[in-house]
């Protein structure tokens, strides 16, 4: 009779998985980058315009720009998102470490922290540079569409890459205190986040601006 029951009876439903997705960071910084994302995606749309339009200008401008220090600017940035990331992994590292031994990690995220802040100074130092020589030849955002673009977009991303500065001065600091809980953690993530979409807005202007 057991049997009888058994074989009329429905399979049973399977267990719920408990495994989720984790995203880094607060929920709020992934609603900052998909804007950020959309406002520079803009911004690229209009670079490629200018370059289906006006060509051989942008061709010539585009001729005069400091490629070098723009090639030793990108590798700052990529260097510069490899360091955090292994800050990051050192934060959790010490997270999750109770045993005695674990203020290596936080060291390690320290300095590493550290070294991405001098890549974020150098980027910005190289960056003045480079717009120096522009306005000694005499090159504004006035010459032409080309520069007015090359100015005003260059220019917004080093408004981010000076507010980064202060995002990883506050990680630095963060990664220095007695304990990091859970929620440290997440603002720890939060904070690199940001700094990996200024890195990826940059390769994105490097190609647009420098290279096409």
């Given at each position: 009779m057991t049997d009888m029951a058994h074989i009329g009876a429905a399979p049973p439903l399977p267990k719920a998985s408990s495994h989720k997705t984790y995203l880094p960071g607060e929920?709020?910084?992934?609603?900052?980058?998909?804007?950020?994302?959309?406002?520079?995606?803009?911004?690229?749309?209009?670079?490629?315009?200018?370059?289906?339009?006006?060509?051989?200008?942008?061709?010539?401008?585009?001729?005069?720009?400091?490629?070098?220090l723009c090639v030793i600017n990108t590798l700052l940035l990529l260097t510069g998102s490899w360091f955090v990331a292994i800050a990051v992994e050192r934060c959790r590292e010490f997270m999750r470490d109770s045993g005695p031994d674990k203020r290596p990690a936080q060291n390690s995220a320290t300095r590493y922290f550290t070294l991405a802040l001098l890549c974020a100074l150098g980027f910005v130092s190289i960056k003045m540079v480079e717009w120096g020589h522009k306005l000694h030849a005499g090159i504004t955002t006035g010459t032409n569409d080309f520069f007015m673009y090359y100015f005003m977009f260059t220019g917004i991303h080093l408004f981010h890459v000076l507010m980064g500065v202060g995002v990883l001065l506050f990680l630095r600091a963060a990664s220095r205190r007695p304990e990091i809980t859970p929620r440290t953690m997440r603002i720890i993530e939060a904070g690199a986040t940001y700094w990996h979409l200024v890195d990826l807005l940059w390769v994105a202007l490097f190609a647009l601006l420098y290279l096409i």
């Open positions: 929920s709020g910084i992934w609603v900052f980058v998909s804007g950020e994302l959309l406002v520079f995606s803009m911004f690229f749309i209009l670079i490629a315009q200018g370059q289906a339009e006006q060509g051989a200008i942008f061709d010539q401008s585009r001729a005069k720009l400091d490629l070098g």
